[in-house]
């Protein structure tokens, strides 16, 4: 069966805040805290959100771009990344909202998307 939403998986860098956010407009959001990930490297996470079947949230934009770019490279698939411009959690959290809100988890595989 195929999931209309994106679940979401915050790494260690996006304050935990915007994953309950995310949550109160009724998507999937977890962090790495409460993944207990804190302190794993960047193509440990990413691997983590597959495994998962999660789309990862970051703010790290040049180790995700090439992670990104290694996964297409080696025809591996992830959920998605999407790289946010550090905001307030509330302005990342209404951008990703309306990404989860009008692109469906099919749609967001292999996307490398900005916020």
């Known amino acids: 069966m195929r999931r209309l939403f994106i679940a979401l998986y915050l790494d260690e860098d996006v304050h935990v805040l915007i994953a309950e956010l995310v949550r109160s407009y009724g998507f999937a959001a977890t962090t790495a805290r409460q993944e207990h990930t804190l ?12 495994r998962e079947g999660k789309a990862i ?8 771009e090439r992670l990104a770019q290694t996964y297409f490279e080696a025809g591996q698939e992830h959920y998605g990344i999407i790289i946010a411009v550090r905001r307030s959690p509330y ?13 469906t988890a099919e749609e967001m595989k292999n996307q490398l998307r900005y916020i």
């Not at 949230?57 to 995700?64: M, Q, W």
């Not at 302005?91 to 692109?103: G, Q, Y």
């Open 91 to 103: 302005e990342v959290a209404r951008r990703v909202a309306r990404i989860l809100d009008k692109v």
């Open 57 to 64: 949230l970051t703010h790290n934009r040049v180790d995700f």
């Open 39 to 50: 302190g794993w490297e960047d193509e440990e996470q990413l691997a983590y959100a597959v």
